[in-house]
Each structure stands twice: as structure tokens, then as C-alpha cells.
């Protein structure tokens, strides 16, 4: 594995020395980061997270500030223009905005835990040095594996990278691609020999100020996370230099496998987020609004059924964290990863949609934000891998500890 | 138009700025036997010292401070308000450990014999301190400091502006806003509409783990730091009441005299 420094992660000191830390223990500069990001989604998210979501648009303001604050390239090094913190890091920072947009968290999500981690872990020194530091300052990059018909099938996919001299010529269109709207930085996943099949595949990075050839078509009008522009991308003869391709030719396949196990943990931050946003937002109107003369909290069934729900939340938050610190301690994390995305996809649609509930009529308005919670969460189900996907995958790890061999 | 203060290699400007760690203003205090409970409850920057830290930091940005350094007298834990002022942007910090014991009796004049004592060392030339902690909110500190420094004071600042060797404060009064022209070296007391906090970026967290924090144990000063005053008892704001309706203003008379007892 390529690491792009062998970082020493902060110690996490226990209270009584030799044993290990509770998983929710976080180092100072955790904390810093995880209050930090809560202030900059108040300040600079939830003013405008009405709008964005009904005009399907970010707000560049957002995007201007979320570059300033440090966290598109969150675990960049600083001498690469980054902020140098670890990946738990990230999956805090994607948590803090899924509280109050889930949105905000996924285009910051694919920039840090794919984008940035595809140049960590895979490329050399010289792309690193080129396109981490814009990265973390002022361009939005995307991931570019999903075309019309290859979706859970991605490596029966059909972009080309035909070989001429130099360089490859790219072919094809993808389409579901987050941050597609407004990214300049493309890791494209193309096939230099469909004869070859899945070990044809090769990453390539593209961008758009120095290629000619990539376009976005149409912007997908979505269900939920609707300010994350999801982008079909034409590349129309995309000549591309040899030194462009990310590690090795026929080795797109892994990269994908692997990064998209790493993003995963991310995604289920986001919905760990989204949950406890949800929460937030409904909780103190139970204790505010009376019926029959008592506050609606206090009726036992809602009592039950909130309990269950913040009891869900902290398992699911467990076990993200939990995968999180496998991977940063170089820790086998694929189960933990699938697990962690498959629950909390679950408990985030099974809360907002409560929360909906417990909210009553408001609930199912607008401005009190819960239904948006609850339209945002569905997609945690479907993107960086379907929950049936993650079925099969745990199916197997599952088998592997019992079938005989 | 004033010109502004540019310190030349030969002058460099140190603003000092005290910072005290608090239970945060958004949670619930309770009282128990006498003491408010701090155990388990989350503990923040005084939120008048995080816009003392915010206006330190803009004097530097404005390359009007050359250094900043950020204070506290607090117990071991009170570090963490450390971390966040050089996250914010501070160069350098001071930590004067106070045993936990005798944190809860730690009062305005034992603080301010400490900053005195450092201003002494320091030699800066601005003090910023928050007008008071949301705890103690005695609000004297800054002006015991000024006294005992002999230094001018403006307090409840609502503006700063340093030029020429002096700093002009804009102070919020009972009458309205007065403004006073401060010699160098003074001390400020910050007030809400002095400015807006900034949160850290994570590039400058990171950057605090490596500036140094100088830790040193209150007694090693040679302060006298004994309290002066004893808590009696301490209690939670009595519930409020429902209001009433009156029907005339005899009953209304009655009540505010017999009841009320403010006639």
C-alpha cells in the first residue's frame, strides 16, 4: 500500500494506563475539529440549507468557505497546502455537516475520502505534488466509475482509453457523478482493452483546464441531497498524457474496490450525521408542544420509541468510529466498513422517517427541516455501494469464519 | 486620519490576552451543596476572552501586534483553552497551573497579582482580557490588573483602534458610547459588540501542537494568592411564578406594596 506518509496518528490515552481507550474517546485536536466543523456548518450552512435544497444548487458561498476552513483536504499535509489531520478526522468533519446538511457532507465526503485518497494511496510523487494542493485549495474533484449500465456490475464498464503514442484518448460517459457540477479535477475509471475485462480498467486523471473534451450534460433532479450535483459527464475524444494514468494500466479495478471500502466509512458517518440531525431538529419540539396537557415527549410511547432511536444512533456511531480507527491503525476494516454503511443507512431512513412522525403535521413541512433529513437519507441505501451489495460482501466474511475449507 | 502604528524591526508590539476556561454558556447549571456541579459538564473559553483572542489575532493580521500571547491561571485540564487560542492564531502561551482545590477559591485579585507579576516578565504592550467570565462574573480583573500595573484602562470595549504609541477605546456606557485615548502599555477590556469570533481552520489546529506552552505552578510566582472571601451559599434562581391579572389599580397599589414590597 502506498502511504503517503507514515504519519504518527495521536495516541489515544485511556484513564488508566495499559488499557485501551473507549472508542468514542477522541484526541484534543479531534475535539477542536469536531466543534470547529459544528460552528462553520451553523454559521456558514444552516442559513442557507432551505435554499440550496430547493433550488438543487449549492451555494458557491459555501464551497468558498468550506475550502477556507480547511476542509476540503483534510488529511492532505500541510506542506501540500492541507490540514494535515488523520482520516477520523474526515469522518468527523462528514458527521458535524450531515447534521445540518447532507448535502455539504457528501461533496466534502467524495473530495477527502475518494478524491484525495485515490492520490494518498495510489499516485506518485509528481501527481501528488500536482493536484493534492489544488485540491485542498480551490478545485472540486469527482469520481467518475458509474455509466448508464454498469451501476453494482462497475467493472462491466464501457469508457475507453484508446492507446496513441503518448497518450490514450478517452471515450464514454458516466453518469450519477457527485460534484460532477462543479468539479475541474476528473479520476476517471476507463478500459485501455475490453478484450481484457475487469483487468483492462485504468484510473486516469483528467482535468478539465488543461483536457479538452469533458462536458457535463444534465444535472439529475433528485429525491434528497439535492444541492450535491449529480452529473452525467460526456468525454469526447479526452486526450489524456501517458503520465496521467494513477499507478498502473489494468489496475483501475483495485483502485476502485479499495477506495470506494474507504469511502464507505464516510457515507456511514453521513448517515450517522444525518440521524443525529434529524434528532436535533425534532427532540426539543417534543418538550414544547402540548397536547392534552402534557408535553408530547412525555407520553410513553413516544418515550419508547425515541429511546430506540437514540440507541440505534450510538451503535451505528460506534461502529463507524470503530472502522475509522481500524483503517488508520492499517487494521483489516472491509466487514467493519460494510456493516457500518449498511446500519447506518438503516437507522438514518428509520429515524427521520420517526421523527417525521413524532413532529406530527410541522414535520411534514418544509421549514422544520426534519422531511429533508428524511428525503437525504435515502440515498445511503443506494450510493458507494447498495445495501445488497453490502449483504453479499458480509454474506461472504460471514461464510469464510464457518463453511469448512 | 490617524497613521498607523507600523513597528519597525526595533519595535515590536506584544499584546497579552487572558483567557479563562468556564463551564460553556449553553449548559444547564446545577447546584449542589453550595457548589455548582462541574463535573462531566463541558467546558468552553469564556466567551469575552474568545473575542479578546479574536481581537488580538486581527491586530497581527493587521500587522499592528507582532506577538501574541495567550494566559491562563487555571487548573491542568484549563490547557485545552490553550490549544484553542494558538488554534485561533496566538504564537506563544503561558499556563499558570492552579491545584484543583483551590481553582474554586481562585478570586479576581489573586488573577490579577498573577498577570501583574507576568506583565513584569512580559513587558507587553497591550493587555486584552474579556470584561468578565461567565462563571465568577465579577468583571474586575481587567481593571484590578490596570491598577495594580499602573496602566490605563478602557473597559467594556466595543472598538479598538492602536496608532502612535496609543490605543483608542470605544466604551459602551450607560449614556451611550465614550471614547478614551489610552498611553501604551494598557489594558482592554473586551465587550460583546467588540467583534465576531472566528472558529479554527484545520490547518491552524494542527499548526498549534507544535508552539510551546509554558507551564509553570501558581506558587513558584511568589504571589500572594490567598482569597479574601468566602462563599456563604450558593442558589438556583428561585422558578419563576405566573403573572396575575389585575382588576383595578387599588388592587394593583395593594399588591405591588403588600406583596411585591417595591412601594
Redesign the interface.
Known amino acids: 500500500m502506498n502511504r503517503l506518509l507514515s504519519r504518527s496518528v495521536p495516541m489515544l490515552c485511556s484513564a488508566v494506563p495499559g488499557l485501551p481507550a473507549p472508542c468514542t474517546t477522541l484526541t ?2 479531534e ?3 469536531q ?2 466543523v459544528r ?2 456548518a451553523l ?1 456558514h450552512v444552516q442559513p442557507r440549507v432551505l435554499k440550496m435544497d430547493e433550488a438543487a444548487k449549492m451555494d458557491p458561498v459555501v464551497i468558498q468557505e468550506a475550502f ?4 476540503m483536504g ?1 488529511e492532505t499535509p ?1 506542506d501540500l497546502q ?4 488523520s482520516f477520523f ?1 474526515s469522518i468527523l ?1 462528514i458527521e458535524q455537516l450531515a447534521r445540518v446538511d447532507g448535502a455539504t457532507s457528501v461533496m466534502i465526503d467524495v473530495q477527502n475520502t475518494l478524491v484525495n485518497n485515490i492520490f494518498f494511496r495510489y499516485a506518485n510523487a509528481a501527481q501528488k505534488a500536482k493536484y493534492l494542493p489544488r485540491l485542498a485549495q480551490d478545485t472540486i474533484g469527482c469520481f467518475c466509475l458509474t455509466e448508464p449500465s454498469s451501476g453494482s456490475d462497475a467493472f462491466a464498464l464501457k469508457t475507453r482509453a484508446e492507446k496513441k503514442g503518448d497518450s490514450y484518448v478517452l471515450n464514454g460517459s458516466k453518469i450519477f457523478i457527485t460534484n460532477g457540477g462543479e468539479a475541474n479535477i476528473f479520476l476517471v475509471m476507463a478500459t485501455v482493452d475490453p478484450s481484457k475485462g475487469y483487468k483492462g480498467i485504468t484510473c486516469f486523471v483528467v482535468d478539465s483546464r488543461e483536457q479538452k473534451g469533458v462536458s457535463v450534460g444534465r444535472l439529475e433532479h433528485k429525491l434528497g441531497i439535492r444541492a450535491s450535483s449529480t452529473a452525467e459527464l460526456n468525454f469526447d475524444n479526452v486526450v489524456v498524457p501517458a503520465e496521467n494514468v494513477i499507478s498502473e494500466v489494468g489496475k483501475g479495478y483495485k483502485i476502485a474496490i479499495e477506495i470506494l471500502n474507504e469511502g464507505r466509512i464516510g457515507i456511514a458517518s453521513q448517515m450517522v450525521g444525518i440521524a443525529q440531525g434529524a434528532m436535533d431538529a425534532t427532540m426539543p419540539y417534543l418538550f414544547q408542544r402540548k397536547q392534552f396537557n402534557t408535553a408530547i415527549g412525555d407520553f410513553q410511547g413516544m418515550q419508547f420509541q425515541y429511546a430506540q432511536a437514540a440507541m440505534e444512533i450510538h451503535a451505528a456511531r460506534l461502529m463507524v468510529y470503530n472502522a475509522a480507527r481500524k483503517k488508520d491503525n492499517g487494521e483489516a476494516f472491509v466487514e467493519d466498513a460494510a456493516m457500518a454503511k449498511l446500519f447506518a443507512s438503516q437507522v438514518a431512513e428509520r429515524t427521520a422517517s420517526k421523527c417525521i412522525e413524532w413532529m406530527g403535521g410541522v414535520g411534514f413541512t418544509k421549514e422544520y427541516h426534519v422531511e429533508r433529513f428524511y428525503r437525504d437519507a435515502k440515498i445511503g441505501a443506494i450510493y458507494e455501494g447498495t445495501s445488497n451489495i453490502q449483504l453479499h460482501t458480509l454474506a461472504k466474511f460471514v461464510k469464510d469464519r464457518y463453511a469448512q475449507k | 486620519m490617524s497613521l498607523m502604528y507600523r513597528p519597525t524591526a526595533a519595535q515590536q508590539m506584544k499584546v497579552v490576552v487572558g483567557v479563562k476556561r468556564v463551564v460553556d454558556y449553553s449548559v444547564k447549571i446545577r447546584v449542589k451543596d453550595n457548589k455548582v456541579q462541574t463535573d462531566n459538564v463541558k467546558m468552553s473559553v469564556n466567551p469575552f476572552c474568545e473575542i479578546a483572542l479574536e481581537e488580538a489575532v486581527r491586530l497581527k493580521e493587521k500587522k499592528i501586534a507582532t506577538e501574541v500571547i495567550a494566559v491562563t491561571v487555571g487548573v491542568k485540564k484549563a490547557d485545552d483553552v490553550l490549544r484553542t487560542a494558538m488554534a485561533l492564531g496566538c504564537d506563544k502561551a503561558i499556563h499558570i497551573v492552579v491545584p484543583d482545590a483551590e481553582a474554586a477559591t481562585l478570586e479576581p485579585l489573586a488573577v490579577a497579582k498573577v498577570l501583574a507579576k507576568l506583565h513584569e516578565e512580559l513587558k507587553p504592550d497591550l493587555w486584552i482580557l474579556g470584561k468578565q467570565a461567565v462563571d465568577g462574573d465579577f468583571g474586575s480583573t481587567p481593571q484590578l490588573l490596570a491598577g495594580l500595573i499602573d496602566a490605563p484602562q478602557g473597559t467594556f470595549a466595543s472598538e479598538i483602534a492602536v496608532a502612535d504609541g496609543k490605543v483608542k477605546v470605544t466604551r459602551e456606557i450607560d449614556a451611550g458610547r465614550q471614547v478614551v485615548e489610552l498611553n501604551l502599555p494598557a489594558v482592554v477590556a473586551a465587550d460583546l459588540r467588540l467583534n465576531q469570533p472566528r472558529f479554527p481552520n484545520l490547518q491552524s489546529i494542527m499548526k498549534a501542537r507544535k508552539k510551546p506552552v509554558d507551564t509553570r505552578p501558581i506558587d513558584k510566582l511568589g504571589v500572594d494568592t490567598k482569597p479574601h472571601l468566602a462563599t456563604v451559599k450558593v442558589e438556583e434562581p428561585a422558578a419563576r411564578k405566573a403573572g396575575i391579572k389585575v382588576k383595578t389599580v387599588e388592587e394593583l397599589f395593594d399588591k405591588l406594596r403588600n406583596e411585591a414590597k417595591v412601594l
Open positions: 484534543e485536536d475535539k477542536m475539529l466543534s470547529s460552528e462553520f454559521q477556507k476552513a480547511g476542509l483534510i500541510a492541507g490540514s494535515g489531520m478526522g468533519a
